[in-house]
């Protein structure tokens, strides 16, 4: 994260275009015209990561070795808005694709419960 501290506006935006193009590159050696089919982006980096997603330094990736407060760090599917589910790394049971996809498994399943379409319940 040290990398993105103490730069000014402008030196981030900048930042965060080189990092684009850096990463649109590498993928367009597998897809050659994905840049021209991009009608809209938005970059994150590890600034946007610990400002929205509450990210310890921003981190991605295992969860980081500080001490978490208490068991669960990390909300379950529920929000506090009727119908509003939040699903992916920032939920339990954390980061990486298969956690990130159980996440997803859950939450279709509760709602699937609350709708009565699940043969079984999961615990509120």
């Known amino acids: 994260m040290n990398e993105w501290e103490n730069l000014s506006r402008k030196e981030y935006l900048k ?7 850096f990463i649109i590159n590498k993928i367009s050696k597998i897809i050659p015209e ?10 994150g980096t590890p600034k946007t990561h610990k400002k929205f997603l509450g990210r310890f330094e921003g981190s991605y990736g ?3 070795n500080k ?10 599917n529920t929000t506090n808005v ?7 790394d920032s939920c ?3 980061q ?8 997803g498994y859950a939450c279709a399943h509760k709602v699937g419960s609350q ?3 699940n043969s079984s319940k999961l615990p509120d």
């Open 67 to 76: 001490k978490l407060l208490g068991l669960l760090p990390m909300p379950f």
């Open 15 to 21: 930042k965060k275009e080189e990092y684009f193009e």
């Open 115 to 117: 709708l009565k379409i």
């Open 96 to 103: 990486g694709l298969n956690a990130v996809a159980f996440s």
């Open 34 to 43: 994905i840049k021209d089919s991009i009608d809209h982006k938005e970059i």
């Open 82 to 88: 009727k119908n509003l589910y939040c699903v992916g």
């Open 92 to 94: 339990f049971p954390g």
């Open 62 to 64: 295992p969860i980081p």
